[in-house]
């Protein structure tokens, strides 16, 4: 939000936090891919609290950043009143879809094909997710309400 300029309930896309990178981060390539992986598991997770607070940036060197390790990562189940992102993923709408992810990949320095692998690996690691949820003794029913809100690649 600061390297932005923007105050508390101003609208901001993934796309403007990638053009921030772009200027101020010490390794752009690697924290604009970054930042790309973390829509598409954003939009695997149906995270809607993913607001300007959660992305960060570290001092690095020479007046360089790095963009911060994740974090307030949240799935969200649907609810009976529609919501949509707070962090659109391109000035192109609010929808968090993986289509609007990949139509935004070269912002983030990505080809398709890159940009397709980046689905496939996150919808991996997000497959075991019943297992480890299980292994922390969730509940089954918060179990199947999270179910609704965590999806394969589209």
């Avoid at 690095?60 to 990562?73: E, G, I, M, T």
């Avoid at 968090?96 to 919808?123: G, K, Y």
């Amino acid at each position: 939000m600061t390297l932005l300029g923007l105050s508390d309930g101003d609208i901001a896309a993934y796309t403007d936090i990638a053009e921030v990178v772009r200027m101020y981060s010490s390794e752009p390539t690697k924290d604009l891919q970054e930042l790309w992986r973390r829509v598409v598991f954003n939009a695997m997770v149906s995270n809607l609290d993913d607001h300007l607070r959660n992305h960060g940036f570290l001092n690095d060197r020479d007046n360089k950043w790095r963009l911060s390790p994740a974090y307030d990562l949240n799935p969200m189940p649907p609810t009976e009143k529609a919501r949509e992102p707070t962090t659109w993923i391109s000035e192109e709408g609010p929808d968090a879809d993986l289509d609007l992810a990949r139509h935004a990949a070269p912002c983030f320095a990505l080809d398709l094909p890159r940009a397709n692998a980046i689905v496939d690996e996150v919808s991996t690691a997000l497959d075991g997710w019943k297992d480890i949820a299980r292994r922390l003794q969730m509940k089954a029913s918060d179990l199947d309400v999270h179910a609704t809100a965590i999806s394969g690649a589209a």
